[in-house]
């Protein structure tokens, strides 16, 4: 039988470590640690709890603090028995399946050919990642200007080199509408992925390409056995982050269409706002809130328990 | 040793001094503090109002030195929104201005000021349009003094029109067939600026096809009414024109500014639009005409309300008072006419002759004004907001889905029945 060593310990020595490590440097660090980790409590686990606490009552916003009403299931009864709770989490998930895809492949292969040697390789690069830095509301005007159906420039590039007959509904068409915020968060997001690939591939040692072509191995081998695995780690920890902002974002999609057209782009972040903003549905709406931060924090798990494992 | 003692005594001197300064300029700038009364308004910038409100703060702030009105733009689509979440934070502004089909919840729930008390709402009661108590009365109590009566009218850019050959239209389908005529969508050009993005505008441009059908949201009772033939008429009306003339998913503010650079011949709107036709491009300017609506009933009535907060200290309470109540002189509703473009609801307020030639739409606003028929849900002012929402959501699939009118009505009259139920 194997036997730990926490198992081994009787519980009272399990005391006197944590004793004698509160008596240690330890125990300043953790006095000098106590001021931001009790911040982070307050403004993390506090609203968290509120929002927990509101999707189990009946609020009536019109009277703040009067009345929250008793426990109730109801909210969560309501939502998994509403259809545009469903329809809100098809187009999530379509959402960051095509925002996410596409980010990882246009950045993976944006860092791939800004990896190389070329003149101008840090002009390229620093407009490679230029997207990265406009602030979001100014990239989602600056898009709804884009795509508008009437004047938009793209209708008007599309009209003049006679790919489309009629102007393109781009935010007034449910799948038009979807592929337009998904086209604006790939153009936003995918410069992260650039950065975070151009960092793993210069850590990758250079011995394992030499010791790839002396196995005879050639440019696609030497991706497929070497890039590949040795971003992994990257890629996952990349696309983990990135699943979780574009899960929860609301900037594009809240200037770009509203949720609509007939709530083709409500996604659960947009859902939640409408119906605590709105309608002003608060427990309901934190209902929403909860399940949103369930999915993620699955999502998240499975992530880091994929990423787990080394390269090299 | 001595040396660092003395550094220790000038430096805790240093400290205590800029403490006791700093308290001083604090005590000193608390003497002379600004009181700050907040304005959010739609009309901030709305050519036309904004200037006849930017005049009443500065003769507000003249007469009360050391009082300051901070007069903000919020969108019209998200107003009424907003100031429900700031009632509901207990944090609303001073100066509430809010259009009159959304005004009802904040009268209902307790939020705003009774007016009954303050010196002068008698001349108010005595001298509006029946209108002021019409709207602004609610449980037996003036919660509010109304801003404008209005009715609606087609702006029209008459050089666009001539070129289709037709005349001004006086029917429903001519009116449909003129705009159909004045649309060529591979040239950017549109026939009528109809708003179709979901909230308070697209609700009120549907209004005006349903009510000039003769239908109403609701039945005398106050139940939802959407399943009626003149409904049911007036949503096809609403359809066709906006499926054969408009740049769909547009908000009012882009569909003011396409009329007035010639790329949208004409707009159903308020007496406003007079504000906005006089920064229209030079060579559209000429062209811009007003005419009666065609059809049977003109979507109108009160149309923007002012009120306060009842939590208010009663100070600021007073200071409220004092401004709205300077925007109810016969001087300053004659200004106000002439600003709108729109008979004011003061009604010995008369416009001289000579002001009223250079409000080429005037005539045409009055005579709308006098006929118009308000598009507040009866049986739902209460939830004016969910209602909007509702009717402009399920409407949108009739033009984004071309789902037919009627099985799109049937939907409408569940979600409102639901809606009056909660």
């Not at chain 1, 991706?223 to 890629?235: A, E, K, Q, S, Y």
């Not at chain 2, 001073?94 to 009268?107: D, E, W």
Request: with cysteine.
């Amino acid at each position: 039988m194997v036997t730990t060593q926490a198992q081994a310990m009787p519980a009272g020595s399990t005391r006197r470590t944590w004793g004698r490590r509160l008596r240690g440097p330890e125990a300043f660090s953790l006095f000098l640690l106590a001021p931001a980790i009790l911040t982070l409590v307050f403004v993390i686990l506090y609203p968290v709890l509120t929002a927990l606490n509101l999707s189990f009552r009946k609020v009536d916003i019109y009277s703040p603090g009067v009345s929250e009403g008793p426990f109730t299931l109801a909210n969560y009864a309501r939502l998994f028995a509403s259809a545009a709770f469903w329809q809100a989490v098809r187009v999530s998930v379509a959402y960051v399946v095509l925002s996410v895809g596409f980010a990882l492949l246009i950045g993976f292969g944006t860092a791939l050919l800004l990896n190389q040697p070329f003149r101008g390789r840090t002009v390229a690069r620093m407009l490679a990642v230029l997207p990265w830095a406009v602030p979001s509301v100014v990239a989602a005007n600056i898009w709804w200007w884009i795509l508008d159906p009437s004047y938009g420039l793209l209708n008007f590039v599309l009209l003049r080199l006679g790919l489309v007959s009629l102007p393109v509904n781009w935010v007034a068409s449910p799948r038009p509408a979807l592929a337009a915020i998904s086209i604006v968060t790939v153009w936003k997001g995918y410069p992260f992925f650039t950065v975070m690939v151009l960092a793993g591939l210069q850590a990758i040692p250079k011995d394992l390409y030499d010791a790839a072509a002396v196995d005879g191995g050639g440019a696609f081998a030497a991706f497929r056995f070497v890039t590949v695995p040795g971003l992994r780690n990257i890629l996952a920890l990349a696309t983990l982050l990135s699943v979780l902002w574009v899960f929860r974002e609301f900037t594009y999609i809240w200037v770009l269409t509203g949720g609509g057209p007939v709530r083709a782009t409500e996604t659960l972040a947009v859902m939640t706002y409408r119906e605590a903003f709105t309608f002003f549905h608060m427990g309901f709406a934190a209902a929403i809130g909860v399940v949103t931060l369930a999915i993620s924090t699955v999502a998240s798990i499975l992530f880091i328990r994929q990423s787990g494992q080394e390269f090299y | 040793m001595d040396q660092g003692v003395g550094l220790v005594n000038r430096l805790v001197a240093a400290i205590g001094l800029t403490l006791l300064l700093t308290g001083l300029l604090a005590g000193t700038g608390g003497a002379a503090q600004t009181i700050v009364l907040q304005f959010p308004s739609w009309q901030q910038d709305e050519p036309g109002t904004s200037g006849w409100w930017k005049d009443q703060i500065a003769a507000f702030e003249r007469a009360h030195p050391g009082v300051r009105i901070e007069f903000t733009k919020i969108p019209l689509a998200e107003h009424t929104d907003r100031l429900i979440a700031q009632f509901a934070a207990n944090s609303p502004p001073q100066i509430v201005h809010v259009p009159a089909q959304t005004y009802f919840p904040f009268a209902d729930r307790g939020w705003l000021e009774p007016l009954d008390k303050y010196p002068g709402i008698d001349e108010i009661k005595q001298t509006y349009t029946p209108l002021q108590s019409k709207t602004c009365v609610w449980k037996g109590a003036t919660d509010c003094v109304l801003m404008l009566n209005y009715g609606y009218a087609w702006v029209y850019n008459s050089k666009l029109l001539a070129a289709t050959g037709r005349a001004v239209p006086k029917t429903p389908s001519d009116y449909l067939a003129t705009i159909a005529a004045m649309t060529n969508r591979s040239q950017g050009q549109f026939g009528a600026g109809i708003v179709t993005l979901p909230g308070f505008n697209m609700v009120a441009h549907i209004a005006v096809f349903v009510y000039g059908a003769g239908g109403r949201w609701t039945d005398d009772k106050g139940n939802p009414s959407v399943l009626t033939p003149s409904v049911i008429q007036g949503f096809k009306w609403w359809k066709q024109a906006a499926l054969s003339a408009t740049p769909i998913g547009q908000e009012s503010g882009p569909l003011r500014q396409f009329l007035i650079q010639g790329k949208v011949a004409s707009y159903n709107d308020g007496p406003w639009m007079q504000g906005f036709v006089q920064q229209a491009d030079p060579s559209v300017r000429p062209y811009m005409k007003a005419a009666p609506l065609p059809f049977q009933a003109t979507m109108g009535g009160a149309s923007n309300v002012i009120a306060m907060p009842r939590s208010l200290p009663q100070a600021e309470k007073d200071l409220v008072w004092d401004f709205i109540r300077s925007g109810t002189t016969r001087e300053a509703q004659i200004r106000y006419a002439i600003a709108v473009g729109a008979p004011p609801p003061r009604l010995d307020a008369t416009v001289p002759a000579d002001a009223r030639k250079a409000l080429p739409f005037y005539d045409i606003y009055v005579d709308a004004s006098k006929r118009a028929v308000s598009w507040i849900p009866f049986g739902f002012e209460t939830k004016a907001n969910q209602f909007i929402q509702i009717v402009a959501e399920q409407s949108q699939r009739m033009i984004v889905q071309n789902e037919p009118v009627e099985k799109v009505l049937q939907d409408l009259q569940r979600a409102l029945e639901d809606l009056k139920r909660q």
